[in-house]
T-cell receptor, first 112, second 116 residues
Framework: SQQGEEDPQALSIQEGENATMNCSYK?????LQWYRQNSGRGLVHLIL?????REKHSGRLRVTLDTSKKSSSLLITASRAADTASYFC????????????FGKGTKLTVNP | ETGVTQTPRHLVMGMTNKKSLKCEQH?????MYWYKQSAKKPLELMFV???????ENNSVPSRFSPECPNSSHLFLHLHTLQPEDSALYLC???????????????FGPGTRLTVL
């Protein structure tokens, strides 16, 4: 069953702008991960945030987690054309399940 | 790039064919995964192997048959597939399959499968 759901489904911005993508989930989680996928390629892990963390940074990436709202956001600052990709959140299903469940993703296009 | 390779990268097969997808990881991981990615659908976990033992079969039809001869190699044997099985099949590995939610998964580039 689908756990994480990204919003928006597609996002188009200009180079230099910030891009914000959101992920909502249904059940309590232990961790939430964000992955990136270039067109027709495999996924690449970006960042993991634990349920007891509220914010995490990695380079131009900033991830927040609000467990009360069951949501997370991924912010890419000063976007570049090379950031064009699909971005997925992945969560465990809670209840002791260790399976990682992915959302449908947000397709980000950064125009030069 | 990520230490996980998949062959072939593209495969076109008829519904009566038998073919196999191969995945190899060079990361020393103990867990390997098969995922199916169809257009406009979430990534679907198919199988998980941990230390060569299958630990997850996500209600996958028997026309998909996985094989894990060792921790570095994973195969997906395909037989009498349907057109709706056309998708990108992704292989991934991680250090420990019993901690999927915390382990980083490293993905291969995928095999684009078309069933005619």
């Amino acid at each position: 069953s689908q756990q994480g759901e990204e919003d928006p489904q597609a996002l188009s911005i200009q180079e230099g702008e910030n891009a914000t993508m959101n992920c909502s989930y249904k059940t309590s989680i232990n961790n939430l991960q964000w992955y990136r996928q270039n067109s027709g390629r495999g996924l690449v892990h970006l960042i993991l945030i634990r349920s007891n963390e509220r914010e995490k940074h990695s380079g131009r990436l900033r991830v927040t987690l609000d467990t009360s709202k069951k949501s997370s956001s991924l912010l890419i600052t000063a976007s570049r054309a090379a950031d064009t990709a699909s971005y997925f959140c992945a969560t465990d299903q809670g209840g002791g399940s260790e399976k990682l469940v992915f959302g449908k993703g947000t397709k980000l296009t950064v125009n030069p | 790039e990520t230490g996980v390779t998949q062959t072939p990268r593209h495969l076109v097969m008829g519904m009566t064919n038998k073919k196999s997808l191969k995945c190899e990881q060079h990361l020393g991981h103990n867990a390997m995964y098969w995922y199916k990615q169809s257009a406009k659908k979430p990534l679907e976990l198919m199988f998980v192997y941990n230390f060569k033992e299958q630990t997850e079969n996500n209600s996958v039809p028997s026309r998909f048959s996985p094989e894990c001869p060792n921790s570095s190699h994973l195969f997906l044997h395909l037989h009498t597939l349907q057109p709706e099985d056309s998708a990108l099949y992704l292989c991934a590995s991680s250090q420990d399959g019993t901690r999927s939610s915390t382990d980083t998964q490293y993905f291969g580039p995928g095999t684009r499968l078309t069933v005619l």
